[in-house]
């Protein structure tokens, strides 16, 4: 496939255009075509036998199946160990929240379930509405009573029934699913069963493609690093893999209750007082599986990790700069984790490590210093001079 | 997979939680994990046969493997046809623009360039500038002098040289390939052969998962739209295709230059004055591929239809509020474009279409109209009441 041809005049030519004027492409060979390969779709359902129910009919259908990015530019950042980011900001709302709302939605159908809820104010609600939306449930999100504004209108925009709730909203998560009980409703908090089984996703695709000895993720309630473990010992189970990664997981310093409790070596997590961190979404003062995340770090020899701001801020930009990766604050807490701990040499550089990065970007409004470029103004006739000058200063 | 187990105290339970206090997950079977499948990674790069190079090492060796997403509450609004939603805004910079970009990335470096460059400021420019981050590339964007700061921000994050450029912005695409021939920077416009191929890709997933009568998807420049029809024109060659799929091609009324000479019976396409529209990221005035997407449509059977900013909105919040995905204003045009086809006519009840969602919403900043819930206050105590109510209205 190196010939370039005009659609129009069918002559062969070089460069973008045909003498004719017209664009040239490139031509290809009928053999090779007729040779395609069929993959199939590289969605979470090819789990299945490890799922508790089918693929609901929309959306949730298609979740899944998100890109291990190779980053040879961040390898030097981790001691020289091969970093791969998977990249959860693929999915349709964004996060990985995705992977558990699919099943966590078509459970609920399956059980016969018309409604929907969940506590959030983030990306989680923003999952859980677009979901139902698309299979056509009623959803109900139950967000504090002085949500952000622009939160609520990326929530509102799959049109979900919004319950402001006033009082405790540490104790809302338990309430919202006492509530469910009650009524019926299916509750798909962050730590719940069914959303653990789609949040194991993750792991299962990454041991799928790759054999890291260190998996690196951001740590908040605990349910997606529960998935993470729940998939480590499954495939130890099975015999499918002989050394298991070891599972690290990133807090801010801001809000660690996790990390905290990994440094006094104790088994269960202590609430904290929040306090502010660039990270917000992960900050989360009394994570529901605490405990469990605990015993997944500690039973696969890794550790839980806190990070401060500038670090965060720091790893952030450096996954756009030099892996091409924007993404959420929150998601850059692995990369700090990762140095620091390349750093002290619990990763190797003839380790493989891959970072979990569990959102993009693009769903949050400026965090953090915006970068303002250098930009140089020039008319039409200095283009060339400008390209040139940039050539000599490329590596 | 239906036992729900502590993972603590290993007792089983229903719900959420053990009685123990622990979160439950769900129970599987080792011989189950044993078969999981290992299916290929669903990159682009599958078509390797049919592309120019080789895979790059970095970001761009991941793009491609899109989700296909039926959606069945859009059925309806083509008058019954199957509707699926081909979600390009998975991609990593959150557009369909990721795929020319990987193999124009690719081929410039094959070729030995170590500097790329492109004419935008929007999505095309955040892709470069990443995917040349990713793979060490300097990186050259020329942009209007007089660009929105919101975009050049999202730009710079992956810290390319910025050109603000002076002059005629619609003489700037010609002068930039001219710059480049004389440079030897590898110059990424929007329809030249290597992103073509890459587009080409879109094309080759839809056709490989599915078999519409009908794709439609929003035109620009006519780069995409030629890769679609490079697609739809190899895959006949290939014997693959019974019945290729019609390709019908959307614009925003406000720019409208190919619709309009498609209308016309014209076989290539006059400059327009730009008038003012939502659809701002396909809104090109002179398009330089309008010949080819003219050619697109009519080899195809298909048509180029203008649709009105209000039709646009619509389609946008529809696909939000019965699809589950937000995608960018210009990304609503197909549905707009598909529901215009249906009602006379050219879209029938039992058939196929494919919309290509080329990017998703989350990039832009609020565009039209934001929705404002209808959001009730209530106490902890209130919450189970909320939700009956809910299931009461649910359908």
Redesign the interface.
Request: hydrophobic share 45%.
């Given at each position: 496939?190196?010939d370039?041809v005009c659609?129009?005049c069918g002559a062969t030519g070089a460069?973008?255009?045909c003498a004719c004027g017209?664009?040239?492409?490139?031509e290809?060979?009928?053999?090779?075509?007729?040779?395609?390969?069929?993959?199939?779709?590289?969605?979470l359902w090819?789990?299945r036998?490890?799922?508790?129910c089918d693929p609901p009919?929309?959306?949730g259908?298609?979740?899944g199946?998100?890109?291990?990015?190779?980053?040879?530019?961040l390898d030097a950042d981790v001691g020289g160990a091969a970093v791969r980011v998977k990249?959860e900001?693929?999915?349709?709302?964004?996060t990985f929240k995705d992977r558990g709302t699919a099943v966590g939605v078509a459970g609920a159908t399956a059980a016969g379930r018309?409604?929907v809820?969940t506590v959030s104010h983030g990306n989680m609600a923003r999952s859980v509405a677009?979901?139902?939306?698309?299979e056509?449930?009623?959803c109900?999100v139950?967000?504090p009573?002085d949500v952000p504004a622009e939160r609520?209108?990326?929530?509102?925009?799959?049109?979900?029934?919004?319950?402001?709730?006033?009082?405790?909203y540490g104790?809302?998560y338990e309430?919202?699913?006492?509530?469910?009980?009650?009524?019926?409703?299916a509750?798909l908090?962050s730590?719940?069963?069914l959303r653990?089984?789609g949040q194991k996703t993750t792991g299962?695709e990454v041991l799928?493609?790759s054999s890291p000895d260190a998996v690196v993720l951001p740590v908040s309630s605990g349910g997606h690093a529960?998935g993470l473990w729940?998939t480590v010992r499954?495939?130890v189970?099975?015999?499918?893999v002989d050394a298991p990664p070891r599972l690290y997981l990133a807090q801010a310093a801001g809000c660690a209750p996790i990390a905290e409790a990994f440094a006094r070596g104790d088994e269960t997590v202590r609430p904290v007082d929040p306090g502010e961190t660039v990270a917000y979404s992960i900050a989360n003062a009394d994570p529901?599986?605490g405990?469990?995340a605990l015993?997944a770090a500690r039973e696969t020899g890794g550790a839980v990790v806190a990070v401060d701001d500038d670090a965060v801020l720091d790893a952030r930009?450096a996954l756009?700069?030099?892996?091409?990766?924007?993404v959420e604050t929150s998601c850059a807490t692995p990369l700090a984790a990762a140095r620091d701990l390349a750093a002290r040499g619990e990763v190797g550089p003839d380790e493989e490590v891959v970072l979990v990065a569990t959102g993009?970007?693009?769903?949050e409004r400026?965090v953090g210093d915006?970068?303002?470029?250098?930009?140089?103004?020039?008319?039409?006739d200095?283009?060339?001079d400008?390209?040139?000058a940039?050539?000599d200063?490329?590596?």
């Open positions: 496939v190196t370039r659609y129009a460069g973008a255009r017209e664009p040239l492409w490139f290809t060979d009928p053999e090779a075509v007729a040779g395609w390969p069929e993959t199939p779709e590289p969605s090819r789990y036998a490890l799922l508790p009919a929309g959306l259908a298609s979740v199946g998100t890109p291990l990015v190779r980053a040879p530019r990249f900001g693929a999915h349709p709302t964004g018309d409604v809820a677009a979901h139902a939306a698309s056509g449930l009623d109900v139950c967000v009573a609520l209108t990326a929530i509102a925009r799959h049109d979900p029934t919004v319950l402001r709730v006033e009082g405790d104790r809302l309430a919202a699913l006492a509530a469910g009980r009650e009524t019926g409703v509750v908090n730590d719940t069963p653990v089984a299962l799928e493609r529960s729940k499954e495939a189970a099975a015999g499918l529901p599986s405990a469990r015993a930009a756009a700069e030099r892996a091409g990766l924007f993009t970007g693009y769903t400026d915006a970068p303002t470029p250098d930009a140089e103004v020039v008319g039409l200095g283009v060339a400008a390209m040139r940039a050539g200063r490329a590596p």
